[in-house]
């Protein structure tokens, strides 16, 4: 009688099962790119400041030479 109790597993709970084990993987994936998209926007700040810093350089060397020119 000891075996007529083993668990018994339907159609339902199996595919509520999957269902878990791929919605897992689904956030794992999401994740993963997330993380991949946090890194590239990190990447674009730097560069967005760099290139402020850049134009806000070069138009402060020319205010510098444009003063240079007028004194004597």
Not at 38 to 51: D, G, S
Request: glycine share 6%; with cysteine.
């Amino acid at each position: 009688m000891a075996d007529m109790r083993e668990t018994f597993e339907c159609g339902p709970s199996l595919r509520l099962d999957a269902q878990e084990r791929v919605s897992a993987l689904q956030f794992a994936q999401l994740n993963t790119q997330l993380g991949k998209i946090e890194v590239m926007m990190e990447r674009l700040e730097r560069r967005l400041w760099l290139t402020v810093y850049g134009v806000v350089g070069v138009i402060l060397a020319q205010a510098f030479q444009s003063i240079l020119t007028v004194s004597p």
